[in-house]
């Protein structure tokens, strides 16, 4: 059965910590992904990896980072969390060929920043 | 700019049949997806139109109309559990653009 599972469904951090995210699929995707989703917003893309070491900036990567030293692992790093980082972060991951553009998600890591 | 638009609300009853529209505005366009997320769960796909046309899976359809940028999600036999967010995306090279989601509510 398809998995992506990601570190913590619940996470509380003070404002200022570095917050480390973590997303393992093991499916042997090459392409994978980070995002935050809120209220009235929809997914909106933090950044995404197509291969090992590789990473791309997505529509709002301020504030973020990533790691991707293995395949079936994404880390997304917050440098110096924010309260306006508080946010529901979903990891998905994706073939890179085929042809249904079908993303696998995560069951998302709320993250509250006090 | 990229973007998406649908609906924020959708409101049926049971054993009816709604329609979830989808407008967009991309550059380097694939095709058009749909997911399913019930309330604290994650989304997960039902369909993915490249070309124009129908695609039919069970009691779900999508459509996709390249040359009007406009695709839906058609829901047939509508059932309570079908009660959840439903979100269009947009595929391109690599990566997704999502809508902001369409929040159907099923009444029995």
């Known amino acids: 059965d398809v998995k992506v599972t990601q570190s913590s469904r619940y996470l509380v951090k003070r404002t200022g910590e570095k917050v480390f995210l973590e997303c393992v699929q093991d499916m042997d995707h090459e392409n994978m992904f980070w995002y935050r989703q809120d209220p009235g917003l929809g997914l909106r893309l933090i950044y995404f990896s197509y291969d090992v070491k590789m990473k791309e900036k997505g529509d709002i990567p301020e504030g973020y980072s990533v790691s991707r030293e293995k395949k079936e692992r994404f880390s997304l790093i917050l440098e110096s969390a924010s309260t306006n980082q508080t946010s529901m972060y979903l990891c998905a991951s994706s073939p890179r060929t085929g042809e249904t553009y079908e993303q696998y998600f995560g069951p998302g890591t709320r993250l509250t920043v006090t | 700019g990229q973007s998406l638009e649908q609906p924020s609300e959708v409101t049926a009853v049971e054993g009816a049949i709604v329609q979830i529209n989808c407008t967009y505005q991309?550059?380097?366009?694939?095709?058009l997806s749909w997911y399913q997320q019930h309330d604290g769960g994650a989304p997960t796909f039902l369909s993915y139109?490249?070309?124009?046309g129908l695609e039919e899976t069970g009691r779900f359809s999508s459509f996709l109309s390249r040359s009007d940028s406009y695709g839906y999600l058609l829901l047939q036999e509508l059932q309570m559990k079908d009660s959840a967010s439903y979100f269009c995306a947009a595929s391109g090279t690599y990566k997704y653009i999502f809508g902001t989601g369409t929040r159907l509510k099923v009444l029995a």
């Open positions: 139109n490249a070309l124009d």
């Open positions: 991309t550059s380097g366009f694939y095709g």
